[in-house]
C-alpha cells in the first residue's frame, strides 16, 4: 500500500485553437463561416465551461493555444460586426425547423429545433456580453489563472520546412508580440504547429525554386529550441514517437539538448497516446457514442443536425434523432472513464523524485465543433477531479501531494508543473510532426511540392530587402515591406498544404495560396520599382492600400524579424544547464530516474 509520502502523479490537457487567416477571403462554403462556426459552437462553449467552473471554484487548469493568427481575426472588426448576422440566421433557421415539424407532426425534433434556437441565442447574448472582445474572456480566465493560454507560430507556419532561419525566428517572435499584445502578458508555452519539431544541422531544400532544376545548396540551419530559448519561452510538445524513440518515458518532461548554443534551456513534453485515442476515434473512441449528435447528418438550408451518430453513411433521416439530455448522461459516463484511464495510465510510471505527468494535446474545435459534447465532457472531467478532492465536509483538500498516485492524479498546467519540479535529464529529438507517418508527408508531397518551390525564394527576397535597410528611409518603403512580411507569413501558413492533402477544401486553399504569393509579387515588384524612382504612382499607392485593407494583420509589424542573423538573447544562466559566454555547457543536467 502507498504511503502519505508517495508523489503526486499529473495530467495535463491542451487545446489547439486555431483557423487560417479567412477575414476578407470568402464567406461560404469556405472562409469566414469557418471562424463563425468555431466561435459559436467551441470558443464561446468553452468559455461557458470555464465560467460555471469559475462560479463553483472548480479548478480547470486547461491549457489553451490561441494562434496569433486567430487572435488577429477575433479582435477583426469584420468578424465583429459579422458573426451577429451570422447567428440571427442560425436562429431564424432553427424557427423554420421548428415550424416544419411541428407541422409534419415531429414532436421530438420540433424540440431539437428549439434546442438549436436556444444555443444560438445563448450565444448571441455571451457575444454580446463581452461586446463581442471573444480574445477578452479569454485573458480573463488566463488572468485568473483557471487557465493558461498558450502561443503557437504566426500564422501557423510549419516549421520543419522553413527554408531560413531568419524565417524561423520570425514566426516565433511575431507570435510572442502578438500574444503580449492581445494578452497583456508573454506567453510561457507554445504549441509547435503541428507538433513539428525540427533540430539543428545540415538541412538540405526539399525542392528547387519555381523555374530552376537545381535545388539550393545546403544550409546549417538552428533548431527550434534555439528560438524558443531566445525568445523567452520555456516549453513545448511533440508527438509520442519523438520520444519512444529514444526509449525514454511518455509521462516526465526533459530538457532539449541541441546542436547550437542558447541560453536557456526549453522544456519538452510528449503526448500520451492512450487518452489520445480515446478522444480523438470516432471509432472506437467517445465521438463515436451512438447517443451522440452526428456531425455529418444536416438539415438543410439551415445547416442544424437533428441526429444521432449512426456509423453508417444514411442519408439525413435515416439516423435516430438526437435527444440532448440522453447524450449529457453519457457524457458524465465517459469523463468518469477518461478520469479512471488517467490514473490507470500513470499509475506504474510513478517516480519517488519525480511526479509523472500525462500530457493530452488535443485540437480545439474538437470540443465542441467536430464533437458536439466535447465542451461539456471537459467541464465534466473537471469536476470529476474535484469531487475526489473534496473532504467530507465539502472542502477542498490542499494536500494533493500527499494523495497516493494509484488513486487520484492532479490536473495542471505545465506552467504549474515546471515550477514545482525537475526535468528528468536532457533528449535529443529528431525532427518529426503528430502528422501521417509521425515526419513531414503531410505537408510536403507530390501535390504540395509546388508550393515551397515558391515559399523559398520568397523568404530570400525578403531576407535581402530587409537586410539592405533601405526601407527604413521613408513611410511608403516601410509600408511596402511591413506588407511584404505579412504576406509571407500568410504564404507559410501550414493549413494550405493540409488542406491540398486531406482534400478538405483543396481548391479554397490552392486559391488562398495562389492570392497570397501574387500579392508577395506585386509588392515585390511594387518595392522594386519604389527603389528605383523613390515614389510611388497613384496606381500603386491605391494598390497597397487595397492588399493592406485584405491583409493587414500583425499592424506592428517589424521587417527587422527577417534581417539576415537577426535574433534576441537571454541570461546566461539557465535551470540545469550552465552555459559560459563562448557558449559551453558547463553542467548539463542528467537524468534523475
Not at 127 to 155: C, K, P, Q, W, Y
Not at 247 to 265: C, I, K, M, W
Not at 300 to 311: D, T
Not at 574 to 586: L, S
Request: proline content about 5%; glycine content about 8%; hydrophobic content about 40%.
Amino acid at each position: 500500500m502507498k504511503t502519505a509520502q508517495t508523489p503526486a502523479s499529473y495530467f495535463a490537457i491542451i487545446l489547439n485553437a486555431h483557423l487560417p487567416y479567412v477575414v476578407n477571403h470568402g464567406t461560404w462554403p469556405h472562409g469566414m463561416e469557418w471562424l463563425h462556426e468555431a466561435v459559436a459552437e467551441t470558443y464561446l462553449p468553452l468559455l461557458r465551461v470555464l465560467g460555471n467552473l469559475e462560479r463553483d471554484g472548480v479548478p480547470a487548469n486547461f491549457s489553451i493555444n490561441l494562434s496569433p493568427i486567430l487572435l488577429e481575426q477575433l479582435a477583426h472588426p469584420l468578424f465583429r460586426a459579422e458573426f451577429p448576422k451570422y447567428v440571427a440566421r442560425k436562429i431564424v433557421a432553427a424557427r423554420e425547423d421548428e415550424a416544419y415539424f411541428l407541422q409534419s407532426g415531429d414532436v421530438t425534433l420540433a424540440d431539437t429545433a428549439r434546442f438549436w434556437s436556444h444555443f444560438y441565442t445563448t450565444a448571441q447574448t455571451e457575444f454580446n456580453a463581452l461586446d463581442g472582445e471573444i480574445v477578452r474572456g479569454f485573458r480573463h480566465f488566463n488572468d485568473a489563472g483557471l487557465i493558461e493560454v498558450l502561443t503557437s507560430a504566426a500564422t501557423h507556419g510549419y516549421l520543419p520546412l522553413l527554408g531560413t532561419d531568419e524565417s524561423l525566428r520570425a514566426q516565433i517572435r511575431c507570435a510572442v508580440e502578438t500574444h503580449r499584445r492581445h494578452l497583456g502578458r508573454a506567453p510561457r508555452g507554445i504549441w509547435l504547429p503541428e507538433c513539428g519539431y525540427r533540430p539543428a544541422g545540415l538541412w538540405s531544400y526539399p525542392v528547387p525554386d519555381e523555374g530552376s532544376n537545381e535545388k539550393r545548396a545546403a544550409i546549417q540551419r538552428i533548431g527550434v529550441e534555439q528560438v524558443l530559448a531566445e525568445c523567452g519561452l520555456e516549453f513545448f510538445f511533440v508527438d509520442t514517437h519523438l520520444v519512444e524513440e529514444r526509449d525514454q518515458s511518455l509521462y516526465q518532461p526533459y530538457f532539449v539538448e541541441g546542436l547550437n548554443t542558447h541560453t536557456r534551456a526549453v522544456t519538452v513534453f510528449p503526448r500520451d497516446p492512450r487518452t489520445g485515442v480515446q478522444v480523438w476515434s470516432s471509432d472506437i473512441g467517445y465521438p463515436g457514442d451512438p447517443n451522440y449528435l452526428d456531425f455529418h447528418k444536416k438539415r438543410f438550408p439551415g445547416g442544424h443536425r437533428y441526429w444521432q451518430v449512426s456509423g453508417n453513411a444514411n442519408g439525413v433521416g435515416d439516423g435516430l434523432s438526437y435527444l440532448p439530455e440522453q447524450a449529457a448522461e453519457r457524457v458524465q459516463h465517459h469523463a468518469n472513464h477518461f478520469v479512471q484511464l488517467v490514473y490507470k495510465t500513470l499509475e506504474s510510471s510513478v517516480n519517488q523524485r519525480t511526479p509523472p505527468i500525462l500530457c493530452a494535446p488535443f485540437d480545439a474545435d474538437l470540443f465542441g465543433h467536430w464533437w458536439f459534447e466535447g465542451a461539456h465532457w471537459l467541464e465534466a472531467v473537471a469536476r470529476t477531479l474535484d469531487t475526489r478532492f473534496r473532504q467530507s465536509d465539502g472542502t477542498v483538500r490542499h494536500d494533493a501531494g500527499a494523495i497516493s498516485v494509484g488513486e487520484r492524479a492532479i490536473s495542471t498546467t505545465c506552467s504549474q508543473y515546471i515550477d514545482r519540479h525537475p526535468r528528468a535529464g536532457t533528449i535529443v529529438l529528431d525532427e518529426g510532426s503528430w502528422g501521417t507517418g509521425g515526419d513531414n508527408q503531410v505537408w510536403l508531397n507530390s501535390e504540395t511540392a509546388w508550393t515551397y518551390a515558391q515559399i523559398y525564394p520568397a523568404e530570400i527576397i525578403l531576407r535581402e530587402i530587409a537586410t539592405a535597410d533601405k526601407w527604413r528611409e521613408s513611410e511608403w518603403g516601410g509600408r511596402i515591406v511591413r506588407q511584404m512580411c505579412r504576406e509571407l507569413l500568410l504564404l507559410e501558413s501550414s493549413d494550405w498544404q493540409s488542406l491540398i492533402t486531406t482534400g478538405a477544401a483543396r481548391d479554397y486553399a490552392e486559391k488562398r495560396f495562389h492570392t497570397h504569393h501574387q500579392h508577395f509579387t506585386e509588392l515585390k515588384e511594387m518595392w522594386q520599382a519604389y527603389e528605383a524612382v523613390g515614389t510611388l504612382d497613384l496606381r500603386q499607392t491605391n494598390r497597397l492600400i487595397e492588399i493592406e485593407s485584405r491583409d493587414g494583420v500583425f499592424p506592428e509589424i517589424d521587417p527587422e524579424l527577417w534581417v539576415a542573423g537577426a535574433r534576441e538573447t537571454g541570461n546566461d544562466t539557465i535551470a540545469g544547464t550552465v552555459v559560459d559566454r563562448n557558449g559551453v555547457v558547463a553542467n548539463k543536467v542528467t537524468s534523475i530516474n
